[in-house]
């Protein structure tokens, strides 16, 4: 079936540690995104990517960086400038622009983490 | 100024009632498409159902409707006959022709009270 992995499920940062959250998708899908999801503020955009070897800044990309070197991959680290890493991220692709509007989101099952 | 707007943090409603979910939106794209999401307490995100701007009537998935109304730039979800399972939080969102993002509001945690 296609879909979309993260993992880990659970991840633990340290102070001053860089961590690497996983995203592969298998739906062929162009774009990719990476959200962050805290309590009571909904889902806010931290990096997208529309093409291999392309990205774009979201809302809140301070701290955080990202690759695209496969379609099907689209990596988020969190640096150790990011100084509130706790929260729970949710990674999603979709076709992009251009194609069909009405194209959802899919979204994999995300991953939570949190600091030591 | 923010593209979608959910103004409900929470709702209750008791079981086999139905019960509306607002959002409103704000852009100048004439075509953009708007989508509902369900996120249960484990945490993924279910898709719900789509209204496209130029959509003459109002999408229904099964329990679920969508109630647009473009003049006022409102996007209500309409949950029929609720059920237990469907407390959960629930999110609009919304895509613009002219660029890639998805927008979404802040969410509304849905209880349904037996």
């Known amino acids: 079936d296609g879909g979309i992995t993260q993992s880990p499920k659970y991840l633990f940062r340290k102070e001053g540690q860089n961590v690497t959250l996983s995203c592969e998708q298998n739906?062929?899908?162009?774009?990719m995104y990476w959200y962050r999801q805290d309590p009571g503020q909904g889902l806010r955009l931290i990096y997208y990517s529309q093409i291999v070897n392309d990205f774009q800044k979201g809302d809140i990309a301070e701290g955080y960086s990202v690759s695209r070197e496969k379609k099907e991959s689209f990596p988020l680290t969190v640096t150790s400038a990011q100084k509130n890493p706790t929260a729970f991220y949710l990674c999603?692709?979709?076709?992009?622009?251009?194609?069909?509007?009405?194209?959802?989101?899919?979204f994999g099952s995300g991953t939570q983490l949190s600091v030591l | 100024a923010q593209k979608i707007t959910q103004t409900q943090p929470g709702m209750f409603v008791q079981e086999k009632e139905a019960v509306t979910l607002d959002c409103t939106y704000d852009t100048s794209d004439p075509s953009y498409g708007l989508f509902w999401y369900k996120q249960p307490s484990s945490g993924e995100m279910i898709f719900l159902i789509y209204q496209g701007s130029y959509d003459q009537q109002n999408a229904t998935e099964g329990r679920y409707s969508l109630n647009f109304q473009k003049a006022r730039k409102s996007a209500n979800l309409v949950i029929s006959a609720s059920q237990l399972g469907d407390s959960a939080m629930y999110f609009c969102a919304m895509r613009e022709a002219l660029g890639n993002q998805f927008y979404f509001g802040t969410g509304t945690s849905l209880t349904v009270i037996p």
């Open positions: 739906l062929n899908h162009d774009a």
């Open positions: 999603a692709s979709s076709t992009p622009r251009g194609t069909v509007l009405g194209e959802k989101l899919f």
